[in-house]
């Protein structure tokens, strides 16, 4: 029997409302339930204990509303406290950098392992960018 709960979807903004849109557009018989924080926003020049505490009682505002999953649309959010939301509420917890660093990619680049860079743990790239790595 399919799941009939809804998607909750959160942003510090309305900038969310784009990849809430992709997810009707994906998938059009989803029920989805989106929160911007407006009130709040932008998040990106706060504390990172402060945006955690955000990204806490949004998603257990949404929780609270008996959602199966939740798309942190959040770019601050997703860096700062993906980790503790899906710890914390029990369903499947997703973000979109990474889909979104994934999307243009060609499929075979996905496949393989590659770098887009020369630096390896013997340039000079990789000495500057690992500060105290061993090579």
Known sequence: MPDSRSIGVFDSGVGGLTVARAILDLLPHEPLVYVGDTARFPYGSKPVREIRRYALEIAEALLARDVKMLVIACNSVEVSAV???AVRVGVPV????DPGVRAPLPRRALTRPWSPTPARPSSS???AA????TR
């Open 94 to 97: 997703v973000g979109v950098i």
């Open 130 to 133: 690992t500060p105290g790595a």
């Open 83 to 85: 980790g503790d939301v």
């Open 125 to 127: 790239t990789w000495s």
